[in-house]
């Protein structure tokens, strides 16, 4: 599949194909990573990050900010 590089403001851009992106679970509002390989190609790949991640240390700064209280609402 070809695509043209494209002037976008002070960059460039290339149009990715929707079939492109499906094929590698990536959808608009993503955050993706761009690096160059050793053979000199642009490899885009999605950002994964794991369920929970930050939760922890998110706990421990809100314990140190003095919040505690409970979190979620009683019934």
């Known amino acids: 599949?070809?695509?043209?590089?494209?002037?976008?403001?002070?960059?460039?851009?290339v149009i990715?194909?929707?079939p492109l992106l499906d094929e590698i679970g990536i959808v608009d509002g993503d955050v993706v990573n761009l690096k160059?390989?050793?053979?000199g190609r642009i490899?885009?790949?999605?950002?994964?990050t794991e369920?929970?991640?930050g939760w922890a240390?998110?706990?421990k700064a809100l314990v140190q900010a003095?919040?505690?209280?409970r979190v979620w609402p009683q019934r």
């Open 51 to 53: 369920a929970r991640a």
């Open 1 to 13: 599949m070809k695509s043209q590089v494209r002037k976008v403001g002070n960059s460039h851009g």
């Open 66 to 69: 003095g919040e505690t209280g």
């Open 16 to 18: 990715i194909p929707k």
């Open 36 to 39: 160059v390989n050793k053979k």
């Open 57 to 59: 240390a998110d706990s």
């Open 43 to 48: 490899v885009l790949s999605p950002v994964r």
